[in-house]
């Protein structure tokens, strides 16, 4: 089955676009708009329906030819002058970086791309964008679409504009629900009016947390509202505009709200920030780890036989699957060679690097080159040294996995490591800030808090039951700023700092340091 081509088509199982279909509240007579019609899935269910009154636009000429509703064009650039009560679809996915040449010309010569999006963005958005445009006042667009946009900082001008236009009336949330044959996704499928009125309903939001495949059984349910084993049926109010919009319950929200009010910024600079709160990014300075480009090829388990030249080259590194909250496991040993000018120098000083690295040469050798100067990385050096100069530094520094499957899960394992030890591309890097009084160990404490947990469950850049930890989300984490006037506050500071030393050295403590951390909120 094609799944996937330059146009980034995952086709609609029919079950799922029944469903869709059947969230209309329309007549018969309504226009019916569907954008990108692949194999006429919703074509199909819509005629079904008894719906007569459709057009669909197909881009791709071996599918166009499906359907009498169908025009072989692009809907990013067909002329449409006609409004519209429905649109309704799955419309592609693909980055802007994954981008045919041809569609990133297209793009760029569309206005609502040029306002609304960036390079960051994703093909779907233009899609979103165009329809709400071709709707009529009162309108409807039913789309199913990965869940990322919803929480984005580059989605931030697409989600304002929604806003301004309207709002939702319904949104289900499918998790990691396998729905796509080829894609693991999480997805949503939204219903959005097209409206002006200030007056707004509450969002009816459906979450599916198990990660079966769909049966007409379980659509049936959800749409009428059914108790079933892992759904939960919620009301939460419309979204706001310049905010990351969050799945979750009111109550939550107001959990989440009060923890950043508790690192409200607390001086005269806060005017110069988006947010109100102190962040991470305020006090530590985050990295990612650095990439060989062949992990195994550069690990070597066994060092006794190495020369005295190989052993001072070296590296010591902590891998992400052996990280734990506050300290970590076993150490991996990575051959580290930087200054070796030529495949003789490396035979004569490195026979046994030499030796290793021969069964490795001919992958190593067709790596993704970060090129810098134009250069050729030789097969025996590192890809990248991503923030190398930063972790040269003699201090003591703060690693987490740069994804962490947070299902069952109520915590996450930021882990304090040596100034010796290193991290590869799995794992991101915190350096406490030179002007920062509280202590890393407090800093630790703080990240492994379960309030840390909720906020970034519901802020973070959450894929699924995915969250990832990169400069960005870890750096806009808010962070409870120590009061140095208060007395217990500072006593607290120093009581947290002692037990996450103690906890470090035998992983104790640690519902103590919770407890001890919870009296500063």
Same mark, same amino acid.
């Given at each position: 089955?094609?799944?996937?081509?330059?146009?980034?088509?995952?086709?609609?199982?029919?079950?799922?676009?029944?469903?869709?279909?059947?969230?209309?509240?329309?007549?018969?007579?309504?226009?019916?708009?569907?954008?990108?019609?692949?194999?006429?899935?919703? %074509?199909?269910?819509?005629?079904?329906?008894?719906?007569?009154?459709?057009?669909?636009?197909?881009?791709?000429?071996?599918?166009?030819?499906?359907?009498?509703?169908? %025009?072989?064009?692009?809907?990013?650039?067909?002329?449409?002058?006609?409004?519209?009560?429905?649109?309704?679809?799955?419309?592609?996915?693909?980055?802007?970086?994954?981008?045919?040449?041809?569609?990133?010309?297209?793009?760029?010569?569309?206005?609502?791309?040029?306002?609304?999006?960036? /390079?960051?963005?994703?093909?779907?958005?233009?899609? %979103?964008?165009?329809?709400?445009?071709?709707?009529?006042?009162?309108?409807?667009?039913?789309?199913?679409?990965?869940?990322?946009?919803?929480?984005?900082?580059?989605?931030?001008?697409?989600?304002?504009?929604?806003?301004?236009?309207?709002?939702?009336?319904?949104?289900?949330?499918?998790?990691?629900?396998?729905?796509?044959? /080829?894609?693991?996704?999480?997805?949503?499928?939204?219903?959005?009016?097209?409206?002006?009125?200030?007056?707004?309903?509450?969002?009816?939001?459906?979450?599916?947390?198990?990660?079966?495949?769909?049966?007409?059984?379980?659509?049936?349910?959800?749409?009428?509202?059914?108790?079933?084993?892992?759904?939960?049926?919620?009301?939460?109010?419309?979204?706001?505009?310049?905010?990351?919009?969050?799945?979750?319950?009111?109550?939550?929200?107001?959990?989440?709200?009060?923890?950043?009010?508790?690192?409200?910024?607390?001086?005269?600079?806060?005017?110069?920030?988006?947010?109100?709160?102190?962040?991470?990014?305020?006090?530590?300075?985050?990295?990612?780890?650095?990439?060989?480009?062949?992990?195994?090829?550069?690990?070597?388990?066994?060092?006794?036989?190495?020369?005295?030249?190989?052993?001072?080259?070296?590296?010591?590194?902590?891998?992400?699957?052996?990280?734990?909250?506050?300290?970590?496991?076993?150490?991996?040993?990575?051959?580290?060679?930087?200054?070796?000018?030529?495949?003789?120098?490396?035979?004569?000083?490195?026979?046994?690097?030499?030796?290793?690295?021969?069964?490795?040469?001919?992958?190593?050798?067709?790596?993704?080159?970060?090129?810098?100067?134009?250069?050729?990385?030789?097969?025996?050096?590192?890809?990248?040294?991503?923030?190398?100069?930063?972790?040269?530094?003699?201090?003591?520094?703060?690693?987490?996995?740069?994804?962490?499957?947070? !299902?069952?899960?109520?915590?996450?394992?930021?882990?304090?490591?040596?100034?010796?030890?290193?991290?590869?591309?799995?794992?991101?890097?915190?350096?406490?800030?030179?002007?920062?009084?509280?202590?890393?160990?407090?800093?630790?404490?703080?990240?492994?808090?379960?309030? @840390?947990?909720?906020?970034?469950?519901?802020?973070?850049?959450?894929?699924?039951?995915? @969250?990832?930890?990169? !400069?960005?989300?870890? /750096?806009?984490?808010?962070?409870?700023?120590?009061?140095?006037?208060?007395?217990?506050?500072?006593?607290?500071?120093?009581?947290?700092?002692?037990?996450?030393?103690?906890?470090?050295?035998?992983?104790?403590?640690?519902?103590?340091?919770?407890?001890?951390?919870?009296?500063?909120?």
């Amino acid at each position: 089955m094609k799944m996937k081509n330059k146009y980034g088509q995952y086709f609609t199982p029919k079950l799922v676009a029944e469903y869709m279909v059947s969230l209309a509240n329309l007549n018969k007579n309504s226009t019916i708009l569907e954008s990108s019609s692949g194999k006429g899935v919703f %074509i199909d269910s819509l005629t079904q329906s008894g719906y007569k009154n459709i057009t669909g636009y197909e881009v791709d000429k071996e599918l166009a030819n499906n359907s009498s509703f169908v %025009i072989n064009e692009s809907f990013v650039s067909a002329d449409i002058v006609k409004k519209f009560n429905l649109i309704i679809g799955n419309p592609p996915y693909i980055r802007w970086k994954n981008l045919e040449p041809e569609l990133k010309l297209e793009l760029e010569s569309h206005p609502l791309w040029s306002e609304y999006c960036n /390079s960051l963005c994703d093909y779907s958005y233009i899609f %979103i964008l165009k329809s709400i445009e071709l709707l009529k006042n009162g309108g409807e667009l039913i789309f199913i679409t990965p869940e990322y946009w919803l929480n984005t900082t580059h989605a931030l001008k697409l989600r304002n504009y929604m806003v301004k236009n309207g709002f939702f009336e319904q949104i289900i949330h499918f998790n990691e629900t396998k729905i796509f044959e /080829s894609a693991t996704v999480s997805t949503i499928i939204f219903k959005f009016v097209k409206s002006k009125s200030l007056k707004k309903p509450k969002i009816q939001l459906t979450k599916y947390h198990l990660h079966r495949n769909l049966k007409e059984g379980v659509l049936q349910d959800i749409q009428n509202k059914t108790p079933r084993e892992g759904v939960d049926y919620l009301e939460i109010n419309q979204f706001e505009e310049n905010k990351r919009w969050v799945l979750e319950s009111e109550e939550i929200k107001s959990e989440l709200r009060y923890f950043e009010e508790c690192c409200a910024i607390k001086y005269q600079e806060k005017s110069l920030k988006l947010n109100n709160f102190q962040t991470i990014g305020d006090v530590c300075r985050v990295g990612n780890g650095m990439v060989s480009g062949m992990d195994k090829a550069f690990q070597i388990h066994n060092i006794d036989h190495l020369n005295n030249y190989e052993k001072k080259h070296l590296l010591k590194v902590v891998k992400a699957k052996n990280l734990m909250a506050y300290s970590h496991g076993e150490i991996t040993h990575y051959i580290f060679l930087k200054n070796i000018k030529n495949e003789e120098e490396l035979k004569e000083n490195c026979p046994n690097f030499y030796k290793h690295f021969s069964e490795f040469r001919p992958t190593l050798e067709k790596r993704y080159e970060y090129k810098i100067n134009g250069d050729v990385t030789p097969y025996w050096e590192w890809s990248f040294l991503r923030n190398f100069k930063l972790l040269l530094r003699d201090e003591q520094r703060i690693f987490v996995p740069c994804k962490e499957r947070i !299902s069952n899960k109520n915590y996450f394992r930021f882990t304090l490591v040596e100034p010796d030890l290193f991290p590869t591309q799995d794992v991101a890097v915190l350096f406490k800030k030179e002007n920062v009084k509280e202590s890393i160990y407090y800093i630790l404490s703080f990240l492994n808090n379960k309030r @840390v947990f909720k906020w970034l469950k519901a802020n973070g850049i959450v894929k699924g039951s995915i @969250v990832e930890f990169s !400069s960005g989300p870890i /750096s806009s984490i808010p962070f409870r700023a120590i009061d140095w006037t208060n007395n217990k506050e500072v006593q607290l500071h120093n009581e947290i700092s002692e037990l996450a030393k103690k906890g470090i050295l035998n992983n104790s403590n640690l519902d103590e340091i919770d407890n001890k951390m919870n009296q500063l909120f």
